[in-house]
DNA sequence: CGGTATCCACTGAGATACTG
DNA sequence: CAGTATCTCAGTGGATACCG
């Protein structure tokens, strides 16, 4: 039996180390203003910021909320929908852990040869 | 509890459509040569195949067996140790499948506005 | 405050040609 | 057959400045 690819549709959502992060930060910290979500991924630029958060809403994974009022003040949480989301980086969560182990064990604790695992972020866990 | 954000890790082994497709097919054919895993795969390079292969290869989830023979013959497979990205697959590609869905509730059938599903591949599903 | 708009540097990946 | 070596170019994302 032959399907559509699902990967192209999950990667899109979750690719890019920004989604993942933002994701995250929403899911342990529920409501966050634009600037804090700033203030806790330390390099996202603006930029990227928004960009990310479009596609997650576009995704209907984050809610965008607006108040009207000066200075401007805008919202994002996750969507009940987009809860569902929590297993699925769960699993990659602890399957990564797992992962950072056995390469340990392979490689050894200094893994710089490859690995690259010198851009991992430190972030709230799921639990 | 703060930890080391373990995405990172998970999305460097899945990220990019080809290390995904190439899983994929290892996991429905089990040992495959390098040309197969061409054929298989249409529109990716020798380059893009080599490359991917030989992160997976360093990453222990893909084997790489040598037959010293002229013409060479290379075969890759799924290492024990890379089974475990069964669950994960399945789990990625289980909450895609119901994305898609639910982006045609939200958006209708056809959805070219965004969702960018055009460079969906068809592949042989995980069952 | 919460964005857009613009420019620019870097990289990922395709095409092509060559090799053991 | 199974790669490697270059070249090249489009797209991604960073820096900066401006706007409602």
Redesign the pocket.
């Known amino acids: 039996m032959t399907v559509y690819c699902k990967f192209g549709t999950a990667l899109d959502i979750l690719t ?3 989604k993942s992060l933002i994701l995250l930060r929403l899911l342990n910290h529920g409501t966050m ?4 979500l ?1 203030k806790a991924i330390p ?9 990310q ?2 596609e997650l809403e576009y995704h209907d994974i984050v809610h ?1 909320e ?1 108040y009207p009022q ?7 949480s996750i969507t009940e929908y987009g809860q569902l989301m929590k297993p699925v980086l769960q699993t990659m969560s602890d399957w990564g852990a797992g992962h950072v182990k056995h390469m340990e064990k392979l490689y050894g604790k200094g893994d710089e040869a490859g690995a690259n695992e010198s851009d991992l972020q430190k972030v709230d866990s799921l639990q």
Do not use: A, N
């Not at 203003?33 to 804090?36: T, W």
């Not at 000066?70 to 994002?76: A, L, Q, T």
């Open positions: 890019g180390k920004w203003r634009f600037s804090e700033q390099d996202i630029s603006k930029k990227m910021l928004t960009q958060l479009k965008r607006v000066i200075p401007p003040k805008v919202e994002y």
